[in-house]
């Protein structure tokens, strides 16, 4: 033992300074646990908010819906989620309030159950909200498995395998594997959607829109996307009474394009497009914008009562 007023040896000292770092790591540890939120606004991944269960997900969302949570927020998934039993699941951003933060799945799986998207509108006005490196699986009925709309983001390196139908007797019904809809500044890039997409409106007058990657893409870019079609990617509109009235699109990338600044390059299709008017193996209507170096692989098929295209169906 030291008597009092002893001088700290240099072996002594060398483990004081082992137990302090020791001491930090632990902490550093407890502060990336399970639901552990952060005062510097989460502003660089080493500082997100940890995702590790169905109800940190939940949490999530209330934050975002509620507005809680700034803009520019990071997120880390460190589990796979299953919210099948999840029965009043609401997607995450809202026509409300969007997401506006990054999102890393780190190649985690988020299985979905017959409610909504995971995430509802996406969008940012002081930066670029992102959802990178997520995989979804299940069956869906809603406009997309990953977004309602995507607008100023970035939705890149996302997978879905599964079912997805949105049929409603709505105006405009929307069904795309990753996004419903995607506009201006949007990018959806290196994403895969393996199964089945159908959109189908009833007792309207009005259009339906799938697209085995989006819906509609109206401004923004599709980049280096593969979809595997089970069945079919298939679109169909009926009035009242059950009378065929024509205006559905349907494409193995995107059913329906508009704007000049649209882009579709480097994606390629292997399956059956059905539409009731239009459908293409790659876009269903394009009214605008670029599609290039984009392939549909042999085997694979076109059908549509008014107009069909390998390519494009109009």
Same mark, same amino acid.
């Given at each position: 033992?030291?008597?009092a007023?002893?001088s700290?040896?240099? !072996?002594?000292?060398?483990?004081?300074?082992?137990?302090?770092?020791l001491?930090? &790591?632990?902490? $550093?540890?407890?502060?990336?646990?399970?639901?552990?939120?952060y005062?510097?606004d989460?502003?660089?991944?080493?500082t997100?908010?940890?995702?590790?269960?169905?109800?940190?997900?939940?949490?999530?969302r209330?934050?975002?819906n509620?507005g809680?949570e700034?803009?520019g927020?990071?997120?880390?998934?460190?589990?796979?989620?299953?919210?099948?039993?999840a029965?009043?699941?609401?997607?995450?951003?809202?026509?409300?309030?969007?997401?506006?933060?990054?999102f890393?799945?780190?190649?985690?799986?988020?299985?979905?159950?017959s409610?909504?998207?995971?995430?509802?509108?996406?969008?940012a006005d002081?930066?670029?909200?992102?959802? !990178?490196?997520l995989? &979804?699986?299940?069956?869906?009925?809603?406009t997309?498995?990953?977004?309602?709309? &995507?607008?100023?983001?970035?939705?890149?390196?996302?997978n879905?395998? +599964?079912?997805?139908?949105?049929?409603?007797?709505?105006?405009s019904?929307?069904?795309?594997?990753i996004a419903?809809?995607a506009?201006a500044?949007s990018? @959806?890039?290196?994403?895969?959607?393996?199964?089945?997409?159908?959109?189908?409106?009833?007792?309207?007058?009005d259009?339906?829109?799938?697209?085995?990657?989006?819906?509609? $893409?109206?401004?923004g870019?599709?980049?280096?996307?593969?979809?595997? @079609?089970?069945d079919?990617?298939?679109a169909?509109s009926?009035?009242?009474?059950?009378?065929d009235?024509n205006?559905?699109r349907?494409?193995?990338?995107?059913?329906d394009?508009?704007?000049s600044?649209s882009?579709?390059?480097?994606c390629?299709v292997?399956?059956?497009?059905?539409?009731?008017?239009?459908?293409?193996?790659?876009v269903?209507?394009?009214?605008?914008?670029? &599609?290039?170096n984009?392939?549909?692989l042999?085997?694979?098929a076109?059908?549509a009562?008014?107009?069909a +295209?390998?390519?494009?169906?109009?």
């Amino acid at each position: 033992m030291r008597a009092a007023g002893d001088s700290v040896s240099r !072996r002594d000292f060398g483990t004081m300074k082992k137990f302090l770092v020791l001491l930090v &790591l632990v902490a $550093l540890m407890a502060g990336t646990a399970s639901g552990a939120y952060y005062d510097n606004d989460g502003d660089s991944w080493e500082t997100a908010y940890v995702i590790a269960s169905s109800e940190d997900l939940m949490l999530m969302r209330d934050r975002v819906n509620s507005g809680t949570e700034s803009e520019g927020k990071y997120y880390r998934l460190s589990a796979d989620i299953d919210l099948t039993s999840a029965a009043s699941w609401q997607s995450i951003g809202n026509t409300n309030q969007n997401f506006a933060g990054h999102f890393d799945g780190q190649g985690h799986t988020v299985t979905l159950g017959s409610g909504g998207s995971l995430f509802g509108n996406i969008s940012a006005d002081n930066t670029t909200a992102a959802v !990178r490196n997520l995989n &979804l699986a299940g069956t869906i009925t809603d406009t997309s498995a990953l977004a309602h709309y &995507l607008h100023n983001g970035i939705i890149e390196n996302c997978n879905f395998e +599964g079912q997805l139908s949105r049929e409603q007797p709505y105006a405009s019904q929307k069904a795309g594997g990753i996004a419903g809809y995607a506009g201006a500044n949007s990018i @959806i890039r290196n994403c895969r959607v393996s199964g089945d997409i159908s959109a189908g409106l009833y007792d309207k007058n009005d259009t339906s829109y799938a697209g085995g990657i989006a819906a509609r $893409l109206e401004g923004g870019t599709i980049e280096k996307c593969r979809v595997t @079609i089970n069945d079919s990617v298939y679109a169909w509109s009926l009035a009242s009474g059950g009378t065929d009235v024509n205006k559905s699109r349907a494409g193995g990338i995107v059913g329906d394009v508009s704007g000049s600044t649209s882009k579709i390059t480097n994606c390629v299709v292997k399956g059956t497009v059905r539409s009731k008017e239009w459908a293409g193996g790659i876009v269903g209507y394009m009214q605008g914008g670029q &599609l290039n170096n984009c392939y549909v692989l042999d085997n694979s098929a076109v059908e549509a009562n008014y107009s069909a +295209g390998g390519i494009a169906g109009y």
